[in-house]
């Protein structure tokens, strides 16, 4: 499956912003999906995960305020992001795949281009 990430931008802390991912090929509803982010200098990090029976998974740092969210009819995978701090800071990578543990990035093997995400203080 290719994927395709979108919806970055710069936002206020406080602020909300919606990535979308959107999928080609039709195995998507076979896949688990998720969401990583990298920030300047750092390891890309699991954000959220959602199966393809819809149960989901969330990091600690972002549980309560991002929400993971698919729609396999439309092919396109969501990450509703709310209250966002200057730490979120970073270019976020959807990813889809079929691995045993949803938060690991061996897991996946198809990834987006990235989409940025700059929260200000």
């Known amino acids: 499956v290719q994927l395709q990430a979108s919806g970055g931008g710069l936002v206020q802390a406080g602020g909300s912003l919606r990535l979308s991912c959107a999928a080609s090929?039709?195995?998507?509803?076979?896949?688990?999906m998720a969401w990583f982010r990298q920030a300047p200098g750092k390891e890309r990090e699991f954000v959220a995960a959602?199966?393809?029976?819809?149960?989901?998974k969330h990091s600690d740092s972002v549980r309560g305020r991002f929400t993971i969210s698919r729609v396999n009819a439309k092919n396109a995978l969501y990450l509703q992001m709310e209250s966002l701090r200057p730490e979120d800071t970073a270019v976020y990578y959807c990813?889809?795949?079929?691995?045993?543990?949803?938060?690991?990035?061996?897991?996946?093997?198809?990834w987006g281009q990235g989409t940025q995400v700059t929260v200000s203080s």
């Open positions: 990813a889809g795949g079929d691995g045993r543990y949803w938060t690991r990035i061996v897991d996946y093997d198809s």
């Open positions: 959602i199966s393809r029976n819809y149960a989901t």
């Open positions: 090929g039709s195995t998507f509803s076979q896949n688990n």
